[in-house]
């Protein structure tokens, strides 16, 4: 892989594990997120990691209207974009989101609306240019939604059926998408939060990650062992599903 990789959401500890993994001689890193210019600590991450040149864009998620014009920026002023690792979200407050509505709309705003929209303007752009590659973020929590985080997981649920329907509307074209599927995540996002079983740390979920789009595959979950779990969690009867913790 070469050229340009975007990472949509700069901050994010995974997507900048992901990226510091794809550093190669002669590639860029954009970092795009709010407050582009508070990026100096993941620029520095980023050039250890042995990037030459690192660049950062203003990106906030939910201003929908601002999508296609920064990927045309990018595009222009770094050239083609070879991988866009889709790496924004937010966890929410699930407590909060129960009463209060404007709350559970945002949650789902930026975990599944906004990715809805960026994800249809990488694809037309990565289509013009005729080749890349987009990694998408799924979660566990929405292969089958828990009671206790509803707001997020059903998010969740929406983006995955999404970005497997757009991989499927891709396949066989110069286009890929890796749709990544990872159970609990420990670090900044969860901070506070007891860990879930078979729970994993940002660089598991990178290596996985980086080691699927090096072998051409559409989706990982991480680590491996949820996948068979969660086939036996469907079959759970709801009565037990309700009462399980996040």
Same mark, same amino acid.
């Given at each position: 892989?070469?050229? *340009?990789?975007?990472?949509?959401?700069?901050?994010?500890?995974?997507?900048?594990?992901?990226?510091?993994?794809?550093?190669?001689?002669?590639? *860029?890193?954009?970092?795009?997120?709010? /407050?582009?210019?508070?990026?100096?600590?993941?620029?520095?991450?980023?050039?250890?990691?042995?990037?030459?040149?690192?660049?950062?864009?203003?990106?906030?998620?939910?201003?929908?209207?601002?999508?296609?014009?920064?990927?045309?920026?990018?595009?222009?002023?770094?050239?083609?974009?070879?991988?866009?690792? &889709?790496?924004?979200?937010?966890?929410?407050?699930?407590?909060? $989101? @129960?009463?209060?509505?404007?709350?559970?709309?945002?949650? &789902?705003? %930026?975990?599944?609306?906004?990715?809805?929209?960026?994800?249809?303007?990488?694809?037309? &752009?990565?289509?013009?240019?005729?080749?890349?590659?987009?990694?998408?973020?799924?979660?566990?929590?929405?292969?089958?939604?828990?009671?206790?985080?509803?707001?997020?997981?059903?998010?969740?649920?929406?983006?995955?059926?999404?970005?497997?329907?757009?991989?499927?509307?891709?396949?066989?074209?110069?286009?890929?998408?890796?749709?990544?599927?990872?159970?609990? !995540?420990?670090? /900044?996002? %969860? @901070?506070?939060?007891?860990? $879930?079983?078979?729970?994993? *740390?940002?660089?598991?979920?990178?290596?996985?990650? !980086?080691?699927?789009? /090096?072998?051409?595959?559409? @989706?990982?979950?991480?680590?491996?062992?949820?996948?068979?779990?969660?086939?036996?969690?469907?079959?759970?009867?709801?009565? &037990?599903?309700?009462?399980?913790?996040?």
């Amino acid at each position: 892989m070469s050229g *340009t990789v975007l990472v949509l959401g700069g901050r994010s500890e995974i997507g900048l594990a992901v990226a510091q993994r794809l550093v190669e001689p002669g590639r *860029t890193v954009v970092l795009a997120a709010r /407050r582009s210019d508070d990026l100096g600590e993941q620029e520095a991450l980023l050039r250890k990691a042995g990037a030459e040149s690192v660049a950062r864009v203003e990106f906030d998620a939910d201003d929908l209207a601002r999508h296609r014009p920064v990927l045309d920026e990018v595009v222009a002023q770094h050239g083609p974009i070879d991988v866009v690792v &889709v790496a924004f979200g937010i966890l929410g407050d699930q407590q909060r $989101a @129960e009463n209060d509505a404007a709350h559970a709309a945002a949650v &789902v705003h %930026t975990d599944y609306l906004a990715h809805v929209h960026v994800l249809t303007e990488i694809a037309n &752009v990565l289509r013009a240019q005729g080749h890349g590659t987009i990694v998408v973020f799924s979660s566990v929590a929405g292969i089958r939604v828990r009671r206790a985080n509803y707001v997020y997981g059903s998010a969740k649920a929406g983006l995955d059926g999404f970005a497997s329907g757009l991989a499927d509307a891709l396949h066989g074209g110069p286009v890929r998408l890796l749709l990544v599927r990872p159970g609990f !995540v420990i670090g /900044r996002m %969860t @901070e506070g939060m007891s860990p $879930a079983p078979f729970s994993s *740390t940002p660089d598991q979920v990178a290596d996985a990650t !980086v080691a699927a789009l /090096r072998r051409g595959r559409g @989706e990982v979950w991480v680590p491996a062992v949820l996948r068979p779990a969660f086939f036996l969690m469907r079959l759970l009867p709801r009565a &037990v599903w309700r009462r399980l913790p996040r």
